[in-house]
């Protein structure tokens, strides 16, 4: 029953390994460090904006043309006029707010915490709808 040439089996440790002395809770923030996880938010945040006054954009420009293909009696020039410069300045904040997301954006992409997930994906949603307004502005100049 007895091998030799087995080795013997290990033999437990009477003791068992030292635990820590207080739990491993997680590091409170540093002062500075909460601003770019909320700067990752707010970049996120702004491309509401845009994509609000993308669908306002549209809906003017659809009444707009609607109006004009069919009833010719209902809106004066000066309407006209109004509504296309209307959605023109919603254009051009679109542009403004985008811009200013995707600044955010990178601030919180170079900031000094470790996450930086929300800035990257404010950064890209921002850069895309800055994409998007720009097409948009320039089918509308075509």
Do not use: H
């Not at 909320?38 to 043309?65: A, N, Q, R, W």
């Not at 109006?67 to 000066?78: I, K, N, P, Q």
């Not at 955010?104 to 470790?114: S, V, W």
């Amino acid at each position: 029953m007895y091998d030799p040439n087995f080795p013997p089996s290990p033999v437990p440790s009477p003791v068992p390994p030292p635990a820590p002395p207080y739990p491993q809770y997680p590091q409170p923030p540093k002062p500075g460090a909460s601003w770019p996880p909320f700067m990752g938010m707010l970049s996120i945040l702004t491309v509401v904006f845009p994509f609000i006054f993308l669908c306002i954009f549209c809906l003017i420009f659809y009444s707009i043309g609607s109006r004009v293909g069919f009833e010719t009696d209902l809106l004066s020039e000066t309407d006209l006029l109004n509504m296309g410069l209307g959605t023109i300045g919603l254009v051009c904040a679109s542009v403004v707010v985008s811009v200013v997301g995707v600044i955010i954006g990178l601030g919180a992409l170079f900031g000094k915490t470790a996450n930086k997930v929300l800035g990257l994906i404010g950064l890209g949603l921002n850069g895309f709808m800055l994409l998007a307004v720009c097409c948009v502005f320039l089918i509308l100049l075509l």
